[in-house]
């Protein structure tokens, strides 16, 4: 467990996370821009001190964790902040390290960095159950119908993807290893699922964004960053890798596929990597700032962070 | 212990300015498990804190000790903080990256209920000085020295650093 918890911290300072969505579809597009139309959080205004997670609704509310004071918030469509719940412990509610965030119909996900389980809240933000999970989980995505996808972390087998239904029962799993540098991290991966039901999974530490239908079949595996090696950082005598390659991907509307570059990107942390449903690279862009995730709601907007946390920026994806 | 002078000719120069500007003999009510301390010049700590270590909570938790066995009078009478930060995620300038520290560690504090101020290390003076998480520079009055403690403290050093603030 304590190793766990080493490894945990160690991912959050590597990454500062990773996280997921759903759609379909996916055409042709040669270009694609960004427009901010909103900002929360700023130097002086103590609304965010350093998010972590962040989902949407339908309404156009916007939740998000924060890890620097161990909360919940949810904020209106024009960014007011409408509400606020946690607070540091480890009862029902509370939070130690509160890391992904997802939002299903009328119920919020949420995950603890050291907890084996998620959370759940209804959207005024009140705790309801937490849902067991066998493992530390590394990436998420509510499915609808209750149900979620989670991948989880692996100690002595690879980490796997694993679908829950609603009481956190195991409805299918598949473990999407392979490629070079297996070992401890080194399946760490942030996941989205198109309407499909079809996964997309980006590696965190291996150049490698993979494409695999829900009965555990790679269908596709590309990589963007010609990485050659993986490189490592010893902790506590063991060798780590240290350089991230994906932090996250998310999926639009019509299922192109937005896959935030890492530490290897040209621009750390700020380019994003536009595919198609079969893995072509239809186009990149540059975030104005570093983020550790992306999320993308149902109408085409774009969240991201920027002043390394304290501030999240919504924009308008502008499609050439 | 460790000397002051590990940290730095220049980090020197800047702890005995802050020294200079911190609050005076304002303390008057007892704390929380320590009695008054007595009027006249106090003694005062230095609390420095490495902000990279936000990201790790085991790093943060002597820290958090700390501050649970300080009453919350002397944190605010007697303690200071200074945020110790390396280079940001991006190329924003040392004065927002400074910022941004300050404003992160209103957040960590209210919800930890740390009750000493802290200030952002825009000048980054003390940058290289903390090995582990966060220390205690101890200005005491009594001795007229100045002592160095790394946290994690022994118990027995936190009575120490303890008895020299309320002293």
Request: proline share 5%; charged share 25%.
């Amino acid at each position: 467990m304590n190793m766990r918890r080493i490894f945990m911290g160690f991912l959050f300072a590597a990454l500062v996370f990773g996280q997921a969505h759903a759609a379909g579809g996916g055409g042709a597009i040669r270009k694609v821009s960004l427009e901010e139309v909103l900002s929360i959080g700023g130097l002086e205004d103590q609304k965010l001190f350093q998010w972590t997670g962040v989902a949407t609704d339908g309404a156009g509310n916007i939740y998000i964790l924060d890890a620097m004071d161990y909360s919940l918030k949810k904020f209106g469509p024009d960014g007011r902040l409408l509400k606020k719940a946690g607070r540091k412990g480890q009862g029902p509610g509370e939070f130690m390290a509160p890391r992904l965030l997802a939002c299903s119909g009328e119920r919020l996900y949420a995950t603890d960095q050291n907890v084996f389980g998620i959370y759940v809240f209804d959207r005024e933000l009140r705790f309801l159950e937490k849902i067991p999970c066998p493992s530390l989980i590394l990436a998420l995505a509510a499915l609808g119908d209750g149900r979620l996808a989670v991948a989880v972390m692996g100690m002595a087998s690879p980490g796997k993807v694993m679908v829950l239904d609603a009481d956190g029962r195991e409805l299918s799993a598949f473990v999407p290893a392979g490629g070079p540098g297996q070992g401890i991290l080194m399946d760490s991966m942030s996941l989205a699922q198109d309407k499909d039901g079809q996964f997309y999974v980006a590696f965190l530490f291996r150049d490698s964004v993979e494409k695999w239908t829900r009965e555990g079949n790679r269908l596709w595996s590309k990589a963007f960053l010609g990485q050659k090696k993986i490189a490592t950082t010893e902790v506590q005598s063991l060798a780590l890798p240290s350089e991230t390659c994906f932090k996250d991907v998310a999926l639009d509307a019509s299922g192109h596929v937005f896959v935030l570059g890492g530490k290897l990107s040209k621009h750390p942390s700020r380019d994003v990597y536009v595919l198609d449903k079969y893995g072509a690279l239809l186009a990149t862009f540059t975030l104005p700032d570093p983020s550790h995730c992306l999320h993308i709601d149902s109408r085409n907007y774009l969240y991201a962070r920027a002043n390394d946390g304290i501030t999240l920026k919504k924009y308008r994806i502008i499609y050439d | 212990m460790i000397e002051i002078g590990r940290a730095g000719r220049w980090a020197r120069a800047v702890v005995c300015a802050v020294a200079i500007c911190l609050p005076g003999a304002r303390c008057g009510r007892p704390g929380a498990m320590h009695p008054a301390p007595a009027d006249g010049p106090k003694s005062m700590g230095l609390v420095l804190v490495d902000v990279e270590s936000f990201f790790c909570g085991a790093c943060l938790e002597p820290l958090l000790e700390f501050c649970r066995a300080i009453p919350v009078r002397v944190q605010e009478d007697r303690l200071r903080g200074i945020l110790v930060f390396g280079a940001g995620p991006s190329s924003e300038d040392v004065e927002i990256r400074a910022r941004i520290v300050a404003a992160k560690w209103q957040g960590f504090s209210k919800a930890n209920g740390i009750r000493f101020p802290a200030f952002a290390d825009a000048d980054r003076a003390f940058r290289g000085t903390l090995k582990t998480g966060a220390a205690i520079l101890i200005f005491a009055e009594r001795t007229r020295t100045v002592r160095w403690y790394p946290f994690p403290l022994s118990k027995d050093r936190l009575e120490e650093v303890l008895r020299i603030l309320v002293d």
